[in-house]
């Protein structure tokens, strides 16, 4: 009889058993299901919210680039202008070589300079206002419509 309720007891832990697997099978499979609908619904917020902190991140990433690029631009146009000056500098530095060099060619011609005619104009009205002034004679009438 011990044998008996024992094979009893042993069917009854089964079918228990059994039951209990069944339910918990069960509870798995329904969780499953619910974490699958969860999904779904937070699916569609999760990847909104992706696609916000993304335009975040592109919006953000454009300024530092735009600002970059204004430091790029700014540094080139520094740097053209330095160039620019120092190419003024040195045309100018070899306009005056030449020029000089020109006027000594020609002081060595006997040509005279702009200062040399310069001078001998002021000599030369200097000495017609005196020679006038000792004469008593007036000016030639186109000689003063010049001045």
């Known amino acids: 009889m011990a044998k008996k309720l024992k094979a009893l007891a042993d069917r009854a832990g089964e079918r228990q058993l ?8 069960q509870q798995i499979w329904l969780a499953g299901l619910g974490a699958f609908g969860k999904t779904q619904e937070e699916g569609a ?15 953000r990433t454009r300024r530092i680039a735009e600002a970059r ?4 631009t700014s540094r ?4 053209a202008g330095q160039a620019t000056a ?9 306009e005056q070589v030449f020029e000089d ?10 040509v005279p300079t702009n ?8 000599r030369v009205e200097t000495l017609t206002a005196n020679v006038q002034k000792l004469t008593g004679a007036r000016r ?8």
Do not use: C, N, Y
Not at 115 to 122: F, N, P, V, W
């Open 86 to 94: 120092k190419a003024t500098a040195t045309w100018d530095k070899l």
């Open 101 to 110: 060099r020109v006027a000594r060619a020609l002081g060595r011609l006997g």
């Open 140 to 147: 030639p009438r186109a000689a003063a419509h010049k001045r």
């Open 69 to 72: 690029v204004s430091e790029m």
């Open 18 to 25: 059994a039951a209990t697997v069944r339910d918990s099978a």
């Open 115 to 122: 200062r040399d005619i310069q001078s001998l104009t002021k």
């Open 45 to 59: 917020k999760v990847f909104e919210a992706l696609v916000k902190e993304g335009r975040h991140l592109e919006s």
């Open 76 to 79: 080139f146009g520094k740097t």
